[in-house]
Nanobody, 115 residues
């Protein structure tokens, strides 16, 4: 199982970014997928989740209305569209799933929000 994030970078406050996570090594369409984020020296914070079919999504209150999680089961990809970015969103974002009885994490991708 491997999760590989991409799409991070520098954006101005109020701007947008789309993160991507490519999944390998498991039947992607059978599993819910999640995005977490982590600031330096702090624990991982839940951001958003999407059910295996994409029919159900859940968001942290801090991102609700600004971020959208989606997936493409034909491409084994999950996305996080981030709009109206704030300085406090500037952390590392990680893709996650619980597969075959254990948690798997990507290495993470940094997002910087600065003018």
């Amino acid at each position: 199982v491997q999760l590989v994030e991409s799409g991070g970078g520098l954006v101005q406050p109020g701007g947008s970014l789309r993160l991507s996570c490519a999944a390998f090594g498991f039947p992607f369409s059978d599993y819910d997928m999640n995005w977490y984020r982590q600031a330096p020296g702090k624990g991982r914070e839940f951001v958003a989740s999407i059910s295996n079919t994409g029919g159900e999504t859940t968001y942290a209150d801090s991102v609700k209305g600004r971020f959208t999680i989606s997936r493409d089961n034909t491409k084994n990809m999950v996305y996080l569209q981030m709009n109206s970015l704030r300085p406090e969103d500037a952390v590392v974002y990680l893709c996650h799933s619980y597969v075959f009885g254990r948690a798997y994490w990507g290495k993470g991708v940094p997002v910087t929000v600065s003018s």
